[in-house]
């Protein structure tokens, strides 16, 4: 099983990046995925989740409504939508997935890492 995460960089605040996630050997709709980051010197922290068919989602309260989670089975990717970026974003970003339909906030429950991307939030 591999996850891609893709799509990170340095922006300014106020700005927009989209990340991504290829997932490879494993049944992608049978997977709930989740975004996880983790800044220097922090714990690991729930961001975004999205349950197998994409009809439920959960965000952690600090990037609601500045964050989408969304996935594509078809293409087995699912996507981070960000925008509102601040300078408390920057991390690593993870994609995770859980073999499960439904997804957990929780970074235990998730079986499969990918190997996280870089966002940098600064002017």
């Known amino acids: 099983v591999q996850l891609q995460a893709s799509g990170g960089g340095l922006v300014q605040p106020g700005g927009s990046l989209r990340l991504s996630c290829a997932a490879s050997?494993?049944?992608?709709?049978?997977?709930?995925i989740g975004w996880f980051r983790q800044a220097p010197g922090k714990e690991r922290e729930f961001v975004a989740a999205i349950n197998w068919s994409g009809s439920s989602t959960k965000y952690a309260g600090s990037v609601k409504d500045r964050f989408t989670i969304s996935r594509d089975n078809a293409k087995n990717t699912a996507c981070l939508q960000m925008g509102s970026l601040n300078p408390e974003d920057t991390a690593v970003y993870y994609c995770?997935?859980?073999?499960?339909?439904?997804?957990?906030?929780?970074?235990?429950?998730?079986?499969?890492w990918g190997q996280g991307t870089q966002v940098t939030v600064s002017s």
């Open positions: 995770a997935a859980r073999r499960a339909l439904g997804f957990s906030d929780n970074f235990s429950a998730y079986n499969y």
């Open positions: 050997g494993l049944t992608f709709s049978n997977n709930a």
